[in-house]
């Protein structure tokens, strides 16, 4: 079952935040962050383990509510560079077999 | 380290041809997953391989599959092609930790 994620598409301005959700109809063992550029290859964020802490980096973190199953993916500040399309993606299995969520079309404008 | 190159970049095939696609993962991962990401569709899952098993298999017919070699190296085939299969098919390594997936760039396959 593919994990919902929503917004779909959002559009902020540069300096601004956003919280983009993903959740699933099914327990969650790991929930995987991905980000899509146009015409390029989707490159990972961060991974969040069952029973393990919420991660990030400086302005870009996610926390991972293992009861609701969902994850929340937090971008600070928004840069020009975090547009792209946001994946979130569920599995039992770490990163060997991942069910991805729909995306969320992030633009970022100056 | 180099990482995961897939071959070639862009196809064109008519439909009912097969068609081959390839995937080198990251030097010393073993685990290879293949994707196909389309517009309406997002990105799907179709298989895993460990070192040269499948281990894994999504929800795609028969006419998908796959094959790895010793060398971890990947190949997905699909035959008598139909239009709904163009799409971007992604494949992604992961190492024996399984802490991330890399991915290639993609090969995208048009089939007209």
């Known amino acids: 079952q593919q994990p919902v994620q929503s917004p779909q598409a959002v559009i902020l301005r540069e300096g601004e935040d956003a919280v983009i959700n993903c959740s699933s109809s099914?327990?969650?063992?790991?929930v995987h962050w991905y980000r899509q550029k146009h015409g390029e290859a989707p490159v990972f964020l961060m991974i969040?383990?069952?029973?393990?802490e919420q991660k990030g980096h400086e302005k870009i973190s996610a926390s991972f509510n293992e009861k609701k199953q969902q994850s929340s993916l937090y971008l600070t500040a928004s840069q020009l560079s975090y547009s792209g399309t946001y994946f979130c993606?569920?599995?039992?299995?770490?990163?060997?077999?991942?069910?991805f969520g729909q995306g969320t079309r992030l633009t970022i404008n100056p | 380290k180099a990482g995961v190159t897939q071959t070639p970049r862009y196809l064109i095939k008519t439909r009912g041809q097969q068609v081959t696609l390839s995937c080198s993962p990251i030097?010393?991962?073993?685990?290879v997953s293949w994707y196909q990401q389309t517009p309406g569709q997002g990105l799907q899952f179709l298989f895993e391989?460990?070192?040269?098993?499948?281990?894994n298999k999504g929800n795609f017919p028969g006419r998908f599959s796959g094959r790895q070699f010793s060398n971890s190296r990947s190949e997905m085939n699909v035959s008598t092609l139909e239009l709904g299969d163009s799409a971007l098919y992604l494949c992604?390594?992961?190492?024996?930790?399984?802490?991330?997936?890399?991915f290639g760039q993609g090969t995208r396959l048009t089939v007209v």
């Open positions: 992604a390594s992961t190492d024996l930790m399984n802490t991330e997936a890399f």
């Open positions: 099914k327990a969650l063992y790991s």
């Open positions: 969040l383990l069952k029973g393990g």
């Open positions: 993606g569920t599995g039992i299995q770490g990163a060997q077999k991942l069910v």
């Open positions: 030097s010393g991962h073993r685990s």
């Open positions: 391989y460990f070192s040269e098993t499948q281990r």
